[in-house]
């Protein structure tokens, strides 16, 4: 079965340089989620996006934006990057329609910012 | 702030024990999910508990809701290598579209041969 596919895995940036990171959801799904996830930490949750409209907001920097296109893909866009953001930063797909809401995870990219 | 506190934070046992964890809120949740990750990859679903009360079972894994909707356990009998790896569990709230995850502090968890 088709999963959520992420791009790029890995990312290496420099302080203050900018980083973009790309998401496509499983075919159907038209709700994304962003999550941050911090050596040895949870996930948190950053930003949704439903039927490419912002659904939703945690705790996302105002130095990220992030859209969802018609084709219900997504973009993390990440700019004036700081060493705190080293993080594997994951996407999640759902079809609110379909059951419990249930979300699926991409398998992330990992950020480092030297 | 809705809170998800998972009880053990690090458990090691040795294959064939059995396991209990814990993971409990003062909030109320839509439905709650456990996820299993492994080092560097994506959470994994496991399973979606929705009713309160409720119980569902995956082979080993038997996951259940609390009455109350606030709070979940998480049971694997006779445990392998195999299992090893963080469990999550992850309360949803729904929210204009979707619904919004607050994951739980996390398990580790070790079974050695």
């Not at chain 1, 900018?18 to 996830?37: E, F, G, N, S």
């Not at chain 1, 911090?38 to 948190?44: E, I, L």
């Amino acid at each position: 079965a088709a999963g959520v596919i992420q791009s790029p895995r890995h990312l290496i940036k420099e302080k203050r340089e900018t980083a973009t990171l790309k998401c496509y959801p499983i075919p159907r799904h038209d709700t994304v989620y962003w999550y941050q996830q911090g050596p040895g930490q949870d996930p948190q949750f950053l930003i949704s996006f439903y039927e490419k409209m912002q659904s939703d907001k945690g705790s996302i920097p105002d130095r990220f934006s992030a859209q969802q296109f018609s084709d219900y893909h997504s973009e993390l866009n990440m700019s004036s990057l700081e060493l705190g953001d080293s993080a594997l930063y994951f996407c999640a797909s759902s079809f609110p329609s379909g059951g419990d809401n249930e979300q699926f995870f991409g398998p992330g990219t990992r950020l480092t910012v030297l | 702030t809705q809170l998800l506190e998972q009880s053990p934070q690090f458990l090691s046992i040795q294959e064939g024990e059995n396991l209990t964890v814990y993971c409990n809120s003062s909030s109320v949740f839509s439905s709650l999910q456990w996820y299993r990750q492994e080092p560097g990859e994506g959470p994994v679903l496991l399973v979606t508990v929705v009713t309160g009360g409720e119980v569902k079972k995956l082979k080993r894994l038997t996951f259940q809701f609390g009455d109350a909707r606030k709070d979940s356990s998480l049971h694997i009998t006779a445990a392998q290598p195999g299992d090893t790896g963080l469990y999550l569990c992850a309360g949803a709230v729904i929210t204009g579209g979707g619904n919004k995850l607050t994951f739980g502090t996390g398990t580790q968890l070790k079974v050695e041969l």
